[in-house]
């Protein structure tokens, strides 16, 4: 698989042992919402749960405000530019049916039905997902 994909800016940095390949990446409309983000409320992170209040809307928060634990998977680090690193984390159990895909964060008009901060901006992220091409 290439390290982004096509129509994403930024893949993010494999961090699950034994992977070499990104799983997840982020368009050029998610990088710039995240860059206006991150200036309003500094370090993020991704959380993806598939629960019933935010589907299978990636959500987006302050680094460390939800905290996670053994039901979270690792994904991937963004290296956002001239910021720093945004974590991207799924619950284990929805990486149990996602576990052959790569997902890209990308993003919509619209507001999200959940906590995350780009709901004030009238935008929403949502995935976009395609089967891993990985041996």
Not at 64 to 83: C, H, K, M, S, Y
Not at 109 to 130: D, M, T, V, Y
Request: charged share 20%; glycine share 12%.
């Amino acid at each position: 698989m290439d390290a982004v994909p096509a129509g994403a800016a930024l893949a993010a940095r494999p961090v699950r042992p034994g992977e070499d390949f990104s799983r997840v990446a982020l368009t050029a409309p998610a990088l710039a919402l995240l860059h206006s983000l991150w200036e309003r409320h500094g370090p993020l992170m991704f959380h993806q749960s598939g629960g019933c209040c935010d589907g299978s809307a990636p959500m987006c928060f302050p680094a460390g405000e939800f905290l996670t634990g053994d039901a979270d998977v690792q994904l991937g680090l963004f290296d956002l530019p001239g910021r720093g690193e945004v974590g991207f984390w799924m619950s284990r159990e929805q990486f149990g049916y996602w576990s052959h895909t790569h997902l890209t964060v990308d993003v919509v008009a619209g507001r999200g039905s959940g906590f995350s901060l780009e709901a004030p901006e009238g935008k929403r992220f949502l995935i976009r997902s395609e089967i891993l091409d990985v041996p």
